[in-house]
């Protein structure tokens, strides 16, 4: 069937004129073998084969009805070749009146399989046989609105009757799919398709003009993708203060795609690069031995901090109030200010500083919103002024470094949506921006041997690329004379 797909080249929103087309040359070419095989020597010698069936294939291409007289279009011949070529004809249209046809249909509001099915023309009992030959793969009663089945039918097309359902195939997601067909003895049986997704491995690189994300959402890369760069970075590169314009990014990621070369998930970033102006920071990443994924330097040391500097999404987030003393800004006297600021738009999504239980989750007085993390013995870290909280926070739940907790806002003491971050070290509050907690641990043995290979091969293939680009975004300066 699929090569019955791909030679009709059935997409039927683009395709329509071209599918005609490709349809009307199909038949022409049956109705010319056809009539090759039918012919037995009686057809008088003036009149070519070829011409006749041509012509006979034309007509029928265009799906006139048989015309009564084909001799007014035909060269002089007998009485008697006449009428053969007439019955020929006959014979031909009556043979090539079946017609496959595909199509697409949309689930509407109040549609049913065994309903669908109906309104293609099939009768109640084998519309609901279907059904149940269907439901052992997949329960029809699934279908939402909207779905997409493609439809394979055999059809009179003189009488525009259906004649069978060749095959039915059902896409609930792209690389699954149902297909209700027939088996060699011609009866209906339903198979699940999986497709065998594939790696398929991306690299992007440019000058940053603007913030981060746009100038790798203007590479091309995937949101997802954007997201997971700025996170792996976000231990190491405070964004709004070190990322300058000219600076430079490099990347290379894996999309998971079907066979047919759809981007099913846009996956892992193995390897990140930020190219400073006098620095340049690069990421691999790297499965040890025990499964955990993590992102290293060329060396092998960990990148990931133990806790975030600025643990949000939002990272041209400015420190609106820094640690330490300072005049309040709504009691107006010297105060000490337990935490770190970050001003930023309403709703930005709010980051788990580290690994670590959640101990609170409530409104806090001045605090608003607050929710604090216990990371282990020593080390909590707090949240203040959230709008709201993510789904499924509360006390007892762990969370993971970088995973969402909730969003900012200006509930409590506060003058403008902004994060409060503090970072308690046994008990007392500390500067976030100075502790000087442990990083994650550094790769050795064997786990070391294989991630030099990573590198080298990462290396080998995308070095000489990423440097013929750059060369081509630096604008060359005009050579002296
Ligand atoms: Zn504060």
């Not at 008697?80 to 009146?97: A, G, P, Q, T, Y």
């Not at 497709?195 to 100038?215: C, F, P, Q, Y």
């Not at 991630?451 to 091969?457: G, H, L, P, T």
């Amino acid at each position: 069937m699929n090569l019955l797909k791909k030679y009709f080249n059935f997409d039927l929103n683009t395709q329509k004129n071209h599918k005609i087309m490709t349809v009307a040359y199909a038949v022409a070419i049956i109705f010319a073998f056809v009539v090759s095989l039918s012919n037995n020597n009686d057809v008088s010698a003036s009149v070519s084969r070829n011409d006749i069936s041509r012509q006979l294939a034309e007509e029928a291409a265009l799906t006139a009805d048989i015309s009564e007289d084909i001799s007014e279009s035909s060269p002089v011949y007998s009485d008697n070749s006449i009428s053969n070529i007439r019955n020929l004809f006959e014979k031909v249209i009556s043979e090539s009146v079946e017609k496959i046809v595909e199509q697409e249909i949309i689930v509407q509001k109040g549609d049913s399989f065994i309903s669908i099915l109906g309104d293609l023309g099939l009768g109640y009992n084998e519309s609901y046989q279907l059904s149940q030959v269907l439901k052992k793969v997949y329960n029809p009663a699934n279908l939402r609105i909207g779905q997409k089945i493609a439809v394979t039918t055999k059809i009179n097309s003189h009488k525009h009757e259906l004649l069978s359902i060749e095959n039915i195939t059902i896409e609930p997601k792209i690389g699954l799919r149902y297909i209700l067909t027939k088996n060699e003895k011609a009866q209906y049986v339903a198979l699940e398709i999986k497709d065998e997704l594939m790696d398929e491995i991306n690299s992007a690189s440019g000058v940053i003009n603007g913030t981060v994300s746009t100038a790798l959402r203007a590479q091309g890369v995937p949101a997802a993708v954007v997201n997971d760069f700025v996170k792996i970075f976000a231990y190491s590169v405070d964004f709004r203060r070190e990322v300058r314009k000219g600076d430079r990014f490099e990347i290379v990621f894996e999309n998971k795609i079907t066979p047919e070369g759809k981007v099913v998930k846009s996956g892992d970033i193995l390897y990140a690069a930020l190219k400073l102006r006098n620095n340049k920071l690069e990421l691999y990443r790297f499965e040890d031995a025990n499964g955990t994924v993590s992102y290293y330097n060329e060396k092998g040391q960990a990148m990931k901090k133990f806790l975030h500097r600025k643990p949000m999404s939002y990272q041209q987030a400015r420190i609106s109030s820094p640690f330490g003393k300072r005049r309040h800004p709504i009691h107006k006297d010297i105060r000490i200010h337990w935490g770190v600021d970050y001003a930023a738009p309403k709703n930005s999504l709010i980051y788990a500083g580290g690994d670590g239980v959640v101990v609170a989750a409530k409104y806090n007085g001045g605090y608003g919103n607050y929710i604090k993390i216990k990371h282990n013995s020593e080390y909590s870290t707090a949240y203040g002024h959230m709008n709201k909280f993510a789904k499924g926070i509360k006390p007892g739940v762990r969370v993971k470094q970088g995973q969402l907790i909730g969003y900012v806002g200006s509930t409590g003491r506060s003058t403008g949506p902004h994060l409060h971050y503090e970072v308690i070290y046994k008990g007392r509050r500390v500067n976030p921006l100075t502790i000087k907690a442990a990083t994650g641990e550094n790769l050795k043995g064997n786990n070391l041997k294989k991630f030099k290979k990573v590198v080298a091969d990462l290396k080998q293939t995308y070095t000489k690329m990423f440097a013929e680009n750059e060369e081509k975004d630096t604008p060359t300066k005009l050579s002296q004379r």
